[in-house]
């Protein structure tokens, strides 16, 4: 099967899902010799209008791990920006090591039911923006080269197709299964909905970082020590506050930190679907 384009499309506050993507789809365009594009939907001003593929485009589409699913506020425009007119693509789910439950298969089917038709797919995990001791520098050298081996198998798979294949088999609950509760310390549901990050008067300097990263628009430029809107705790404000000055104190958020510390701190391997 001929492939012109690979367009590498994902949501990442944080930066993971980002490098996992680009790295797959760097190597897929140099194996096929296929143009490589970019559209990254991580600030609200790119979720506008629905993107059109086609049959000769690869569509590299990763999304991170939240609660085991789509982080549930990019759900609407993952299944209405997005129309794949028979392209071929690859969900990626990207997790930060405890576990992509039904992610990936979500993904699978979103892509299926918008037209593209999936041909392998990945479980990848990577360090939890919650706790650095979740899969601490990951993706790693050796992460980074595992991606390019599975692009080669890809394209080989590419360049053997006559026809279109069934969707990918993934690991996951078909239909999909409901999003991963989190739990704190005492093994109860850990409530953090409300949570939103504080920031430290006298370390902020009021540069406007945060306001310009955050996935939600909800630090407003003008007053940018403060949350006007929704917060998904993803931490793109938390982690790109140059003064360290934003930071989550909610006692049930900490908890469930506490928790995924104390039982995810092994090693998770990545799931590869071909
Ligand atoms: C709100 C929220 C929920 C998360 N839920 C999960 C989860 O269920 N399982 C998991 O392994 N990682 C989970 N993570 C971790 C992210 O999937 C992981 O850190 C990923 O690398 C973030 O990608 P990014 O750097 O592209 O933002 C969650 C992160 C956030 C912010
Ligand atoms: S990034 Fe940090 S220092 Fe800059 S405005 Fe935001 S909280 Fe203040
Ligand atoms: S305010 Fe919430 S949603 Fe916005 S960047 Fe910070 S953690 Fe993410």
Not at 141 to 159: M, N
Not at 185 to 207: I, Y
Not at 254 to 268: D, F, G, K
Request: charged letters at 20%; proline letters at 8%.
């Amino acid at each position: 099967m001929k492939i012109t384009h690979i367009k590498a499309v994902f949501y990442s506050a944080t930066g993971n899902t980002e490098t996992v993507v680009m790295t797959l789809a760097k190597a897929l365009s140099a194996k096929l010799g296929a143009e490589l594009e970019c559209f990254d939907y991580t600030l609200p001003a790119s979720r506008e209008g629905t993107k059109q593929y086609g049959p000769t485009d690869l569509v590299v589409f990763g999304t991170p791990v939240y609660a085991g699913r789509i982080p549930n506020k990019m759900l609407p425009y993952v299944q209405s920006g997005f129309a794949g007119h028979d392209a071929l693509a690859v969900p990626v789910a990207i997790f930060g090591n405890r576990n992509f439950d039904n992610g990936l298969i979500e993904l699978r089917n979103e892509l299926e039911a918008h037209g593209f038709h999936t041909i392998a797919g990945a479980g990848v995990p990577t360090e939890h923006v919650f706790s650095s001791k979740l899969a601490p520098g990951r993706p790693n050298e050796e992460d980074l080269a595992a991606l390019e081996v599975f692009a080669g198998k890809i394209a080989e798979k590419v360049l053997a197709m006559t026809e279109i294949p069934e969707p990918i088999q993934v690991r996951g609950d078909d239909p999909v299964g409901p999003y991963y509760t989190p739990l704190g310390t005492d093994g109860k549901p850990a409530v953090f909905l409300k949570a939103k990050p504080k920031t430290h008067p006298d370390q902020c300097d009021k540069c406007g970082k945060c306001a310009q990263v955050c996935p939600m628009g909800s630090i407003p430029a003008d007053a940018p020590d403060t949350c006007a809107g929704i917060c998904i705790k993803c931490q793109a404000c938390v982690k790109s506050c140059p003064t360290n000055a934003k930071y989550m104190d909610d006692p049930a958020f900490l908890s469930h930190v506490a928790m995924l510390e104390e039982n995810y701190t092994r090693r998770a391997e990545a799931e590869w679907f071909l």
